[in-house]
């Protein structure tokens, strides 16, 4: 069964009356399942979170395997890659290059191919942002505040660690579909870390 195939038939985790830690669980075994049935997939802004079974890809790190800039994946044919992963990397691209990057990824994946993203979720670290700002004259905490700011632009210790862009689900899931991908699966609590960010899993439409 070829990659194209195993991914018709994927059983995503079950969201509704389950703690986020099952669903997070979940998440994680779905995914490695996905890496290891995968023919040739790529992560794309590796960083120093080298994923085993991918080929992973970094403009910055020089651990990555391949030094790559995620709108320019001319080392890779047309069609040739059926599984893309890429973790908090899709925010440090401007709006033009957002647009350059989904069309490389298009052209790069085979048809069915897989996209998963995750990123940080602009309604809830808005929602954060406002309940801290309304509880502030009582319970001052300008280092959270800061941290939220932070969340939204990035921590900019170099080039690379700007955020440039957010997304929401809705934002996203508009983006995806103008580059014929269509959105199969996303949850707004994966990974776990401090930014609240959510997960997408799309496909390569045509």
């Not at 939204?152 to 929401?168: I, P, R, T, Y």
């Not at 983006?175 to 496909?203: G, W």
């Amino acid at each position: 069964m070829n990659h194209s195939d195993q991914t018709k038939e994927i059983k995503y985790p079950r969201k509704t009356f389950r703690s986020s830690g099952k669903v997070v669980s979940d998440i994680n075994s779905l995914l490695e399942e996905l890496r290891k049935n995968a023919n040739k997939g790529i992560q794309l802004g590796s960083g120093g979170s080298k994923i085993q079974g991918l080929i992973n890809c970094d403009l910055y790190n020089s651990e990555a395997d391949v030094k790559a800039d995620a709108t320019n994946l001319e080392m890779f044919d047309d069609d040739s890659i059926d599984y893309i992963e890429s973790h908090h990397m899709i925010e440090h691209l401007s709006f033009t290059d957002t647009e350059s990057a989904l069309t490389e990824w298009h052209r790069v994946l085979c048809k069915g191919g897989l996209l998963v993203l995750t990123f940080p979720d602009m309604t809830s670290i808005s929602a954060e942002w406002i309940k801290y700002s309304l509880i502030y004259p009582l319970m001052p905490h300008p280092d959270h505040l800061d941290y939220i700011v932070k969340m939204l632009v990035g921590s900019q210790e170099h080039d690379g660690m700007f955020h440039k862009n957010a997304f929401d689900i809705r934002r996203m899931s508009r983006i995806l579909a103008k580059h014929s991908f269509r959105v199969e699966y996303t949850y707004c609590k994966y990974p776990k870390r401090p930014t609240p960010s959510r997960l997408v899993i799309a496909r390569k439409a045509n």
